[in-house]
C-alpha cells in the first residue's frame, strides 16, 4: 500500500531553517510528482510547490519562491522540503502528498508540526 | 486569500443530504479538474474526489461530485456522524501556476 511518512516535530527559532522529509514506499517513488501542503491551526491548507523525483525538476508557490527548496534521494525514495529564513507564522503542519495528475493529490503523509518561536 | 470560494459551514441531520459549493474562475476551476478532499479532525487530508466526479477506491458512492462552468459541487448523502470534517476543493490555477485550495467548510451532523 502506498504511504508517505514524514519527519517528526520540529521547534525552530526565527532566522533559522528546517529540513522536512517524506518517505515513499508501496510505488515506484519516480513516477509521480511530490507536493507539499501546509495548514496553519485552525487554517486553510496552502500549497508551496511540487518537485518531480525524476528529474529533480521544481515549481514554487510565488510566495515561497526565494525561501523553499525541494529536492530528493532516490536512493532512499525519500523527498524534502527545506524552508529557510523562519518566521513566526511559519508554523503550522506540513504534508507531503502524492501527485497523480496536475489537479490533485491522492495520498498524503502524516504530517509534520514546524514551531517556530524564540 | 484562497481564490477559490466555500460555505464556512454547512449541516444536518443525520441521513440527510448536504452540497457544498466551490467558486473560481476560468483560470482554475473553468479550465481545469476539481478534486476535493476531506479533513477529519486532527488528520491529514483524505482525497474524496479526482477530475470533477470521479471516486477513488474505497470511497462509498454518498460522495459525488460535479462541475458547471467556474463552480463545483460536492454532494453528501446519507449524512452520518463520521462525515463531520473540514471539506476544501483543489484545482490547478493556470494563471498562477499553482494548486489552489477552497478556503474549505466545515460538516457539521447535527
Known amino acids: 500500500q502506498v504511504q508517505l511518512v514524514q519527519s517528526g516535530a520540529e521547534v525552530k527559532k526565527p532566522g533559522a531553517s528546517v529540513k522536512v522529509s517524506c518517505k515513499a514506499s508501496?510505488?515506484?517513488?519516480?513516477?509521480?510528482?511530490i507536493n507539499w501542503v501546509r495548514q496553519a491551526t485552525g487554517q486553510g491548507l496552502e500549497w508551496m510547490g511540487w518537485?518531480?523525483?525524476?528529474?529533480?525538476?521544481?515549481g514554487y508557490a510565488q510566495k515561497f519562491q526565494g525561501r523553499v527548496t525541494m529536492t530528493r534521494n532516490t536512493s532512499i525514495s525519500t523527498a524534502y522540503m527545506e524552508l529557510s529564513s523562519l518566521r513566526s507564522e511559519d508554523t503550522a503542519v506540513y504534508y507531503c502528498?502524492?501527485?497523480?495528475?496536475?489537479?490533485?493529490?491522492?495520498?498524503w503523509g502524516q504530517g509534520t508540526l514546524v514551531t517556530v518561536s524564540s | 486569500q484562497s481564490v477559490l470560494t466555500q460555505p464556512p459551514s454547512v449541516s444536518a441531520a443525520p441521513g440527510q443530504k448536504v452540497t457544498i459549493s466551490c467558486s473560481g474562475s476560468?483560470?482554475?476551476?473553468?479550465?481545469?479538474?476539481v478534486s476535493w478532499y476531506q479533513q477529519l479532525p486532527g488528520t491529514a487530508p483524505k482525497l474524496l474526489i479526482y477530475?470533477?466526479?470521479k471516486r477513488p477506491s474505497g470511497i462509498p458512492d454518498r460522495f459525488s461530485g460535479s462541475k458547471s462552468g467556474t463552480s463545483a459541487t460536492l454532494g453528501i448523502t446519507g449524512l452520518q456522524t463520521g462525515d463531520e470534517a473540514d471539506y476544501y476543493c483543489?484545482?490547478?490555477?493556470?494563471?498562477?501556476?499553482?494548486?489552489?485550495f477552497g478556503t474549505g467548510t466545515k460538516v457539521t451532523v447535527l
Open positions: 502528498a502524492r501527485e497523480p495528475s496536475g489537479n490533485s493529490v491522492d495520498y
Open positions: 508501496g510505488y515506484t517513488f519516480t513516477s509521480y510528482d
Open positions: 518537485m518531480n523525483p525524476n528529474s529533480g525538476n521544481t
Open positions: 476560468s483560470s482554475n476551476i473553468g479550465n481545469n479538474y
Open positions: 477530475d470533477n466526479n
Open positions: 483543489g484545482t490547478w490555477d493556470s494563471s498562477l501556476s499553482a494548486l489552489v
